[in-house]
């Protein structure tokens, strides 16, 4: 995935195509200040395939609104990296009577915002980004990349600093994300309610106790006041996407020795064959969950790390509960980060397998908000 310097691009002639195995980004290009592309980088050649299009015939469209897209995403289809998928989402919006727009568009006019979906030709200016899969995703850049950002909210000012600490798989962090006082109210909220953690189960694993993968407990808490639906107004101005495509925040406590093993958050649906809930809710495999945001609400004495064993290519750990390889993420109360579980194309990201590392001494509470890459009716849009 691409950005390009905004002195090659001045005047939204040319989009940069997001598409395929987009994890690492890109390494290739100039820097583009505080979205920023870092130095050329020696890498394997694991980088996505991107091309510099022309739009300028694009541009001439007279036709409003998404369907005056439609004469771009025609310059970019032929280098679809997830076929399959694409050309059944164009089947299920036609059928549908929706305008067959595969690809999401969006155009970067200041360094220290988040890049604006364009809804209409007319609204491109600046660079222009385009992703296969239909969702924005952040671009890593290159291990340590700082970026700052200020988001675009009515209610508060909130600017913070996003840290790349992984390619393979993508993985954000932010700290100062969340108050003392809102994590305090989360906890004391879900306090009451919190009972030991249940997983989905594949085919194979169906009839297994839970405890063989996690043995934290937790509850799903929907957004029913005023402080929770600010916080979820403000994650998705922070990964630009809409609340509607938000789960509930499932709230997680882990006391001494407590963990989870590595695992995926998405669903295989190969994996999930006999389960029609899921089937139907990943529509066969169509749509899945996208990205984990994930809120760390207190401190931890010792351990409770978040782990990703296959950071950097890693080959596929032995033991899914070793934490001593891969990256990790310390928890600090107020720090989320931010990994997607699947490419800008739609397809998943094998590299995403996580675990929450033992606690060694003290109590772990923590939460995850998991985003979809369709609308799921947990939440709303202001």
Known sequence: MCFASATLLPDASKVVMLM??????????????????????????WLAERAVISIAEALSSTEKGKRSL??????LVANVAYKKRFDSLQRMRQKQNKVPLGFAFFS???DGLTPSPIASIQDASGMVLAFEGGSFLWPGIEVGFKR???LPLKSESVSLTIWTRSLRPLVLEISSFIEPAECEHIIQKALPHVKKSTVSHMDHDVGKPDTNWRSSSTYFMASDDDMLRRLDTR?????V???????????????????????????DVAAYAKNEDIQRMTNR??????????????????GGQTNFPRADGAPQPRDFGDCSGGVSVEPRQGR?????????????????LHGGCAVEKGTKWSANKWIWNKPMGYTRDD
């Open 235 to 239: 994650v998705s101005a922070l990964t």
């Open 241 to 267: 996407l809409k609340k509607t495509h938000q789960e509930h925040a499932q709230i997680l406590r882990y006391e001494k020795g407590e963990r989870y093993v590595a695992h995926h958050d998405y669903f």
């Open 20 to 45: 395929g195995n987009a994890r690492l980004m890109s390494h290739q290009l100039p820097r583009c200040a505080g979205l920023g592309i870092g130095k050329r980088a020696r890498h394997r050649r």
């Open 108 to 110: 970067v006019k200041n």
């Open 285 to 302: 495999g169509l749509f899945n969950r996208l990205a984990t945001v994930f809120f760390y609400l207190s401190d931890v004495e010792a």
């Open 336 to 352: 989320i980060m931010i990994f997607y579980s699947q490419y800008p194309s739609g397809e998943m990201d094998g590299d995403s």
């Open 70 to 75: 439609l004469g771009l995403q025609e310059l």
């Open 148 to 150: 700052n950002v200020t």
